[in-house]
């Protein structure tokens, strides 16, 4: 202790001892006298005890009952009391002041040698205007100036735990006087110590869980506390410290950081252990195929041990060839061992990204293999959109456009089909480069120019109405809603020009292809084979006059 602390210490013991000059004669009379009760007065609350000179003090009942409220002492027994001061010209005496003022004097006796700066704990009671009245272990009554509480402006500390310093026991007062403030003194000064010592050394050092929390654990490091953020707990990234530790394990830490004004000491646990991630530099790259371990599954992907502390991550993307993959649980489970393939590896960000689907079969190709161009399959509804329905067949998906969901004109396929509907069609054209797959239903149905070629042939004479005109020809609409086309050189002798839209017209059928849907008519051919059938039936006809038969009957 230097000079102008010795000095500050001698003015505080002549304060001190003012202080407990005027507590001893206020607050705690004289010594301990041994009194014996003479009467108990429940009525008034109080217990009479002859203390001599025929004199009789009251103590208050509650100081001679147990914890459940029972008296501890009857009429005629000894107690030891001290004289606290007088009301109505009767002594008052307190019977748990002589018990304290007892332990004191005990406390002092076993420590007058040994406790200087020893440290104390407590719990104060209450407070004069000299300082507070701590109470500690076994009932002994330390006294705190209040010059030495050293306890924030406007907190009210009664009821308050406390550690505190001893700076002086005095066997005339019956009094131990201590010091908060010196005891916090102390304590900063062992705390810089202990910090100084572990940043400028930067060795690990053992330390003892205290509190976990979700952002971190606290650790006791040589008697001060410093936390483990839960991003310094492994290489792998956050984790959950409950996951991994519980209070009071022992763990090996390493300074990282102090900041002196919130004082708060930063420690690590990652530090301590050689980091992976300069394991790996030479030893991975993007492409390499390796086996982890699943640790974690979230929705949008899941975290992978690679076995050395280091965790990669398969985002969700990445799990399946399957566009509609809604969560990896669907396909993986925590603590599935799987090949992955690196595909983006940084060790100064710490990022590793692994593929799962690159290692699997290419669905695409995998269909290839199986279907051709013509084949019939069945499939499922899995979308459908305004310009048709994607079906899938497998694991993948073919698009059956609306124009080939049915022979009937306009139809749409969320008119006809909806999501999750088993559908027959037929693959009418694969493209590889795209990976795009073409699906047919109207294909595998009987379309209405099949129908109509079973009971029409070439040279059959049918009729229509105009369903378009243009400068090329016309269209008509025969039977079933099967088109024709006149082209303009067969409309003759019809003018086309006089032609309207639901006109009806009539025609020869002069070609007719099923497999191109087309079929065609004449209007200038069914003049001449009208012209044709007639001759052929007046030449068929039995009633018909020849020339020779008019020579015949002249002759």
Known sequence: M?????????????????MLDAYEKKEQGGSITDGVIVEIRESDNQALVDVGRKQEAAVNLDELKDEE???????GDTIPVVITGYRNERPQASYQKAIRKANVRKFIEEHENDAENMVVEGKVVRKNRGGYFVIGEDNIEFFMPMSQAAFAMGKNPIGKDIKAIILKLDKDRDS???????????????????VDKLMEEEKIVEGTIKKITSYGMFVDVGGIEGLVHYSEISYKGPVNPA????EGDVVEVKAIGYDPKKRHLSLSIKQTMPDPWEEIIDQLEEGDAIKVTVSNIEPYGAFVDLGNDIEGFLHVSEVSWDKDIKNPKDYLNVGDEIDVEVIEINPETRRLRVSYKNLQPKPFEEFLQQYKEGDVVKGTVTTLTDFGAFVRIGKVEGLLHN????????????????????VEVKITKIDSEQERISLSKKALEE????RFAKEHKVGDIVKGKIRDVKDFGVFVELEDGVDALIRKEDVSPLNVDELNKGDEIEGVIVMLDPSSNKIRLSVRRLERQKERDALNEFNSSEDRLTIGDIIKDQL
């Open 447 to 450: 379309s209405p120019i099949d």
């Open 69 to 75: 409220g029972n008296l501890k002492f009857n009429v």
């Open 2 to 18: 230097d000079k102008a602390s010795m000095e500050e210490f001698e003015n505080m013991e002549e304060d001190f001892a003012s």
């Open 403 to 422: 124009q080939d969901v049915s022979w009937e004109k306009g139809a749409k396929a969320k008119d006809l089909l909806k999501k999750g509907d088993e």
């Open 243 to 246: 996951t991994l530790y519980e």
């Open 176 to 194: 131990i006087v201590i010091s908060r403030r010196k005891y916090l003194d102390q304590l900063r000064k062992e705390r810089k110590e202990i």
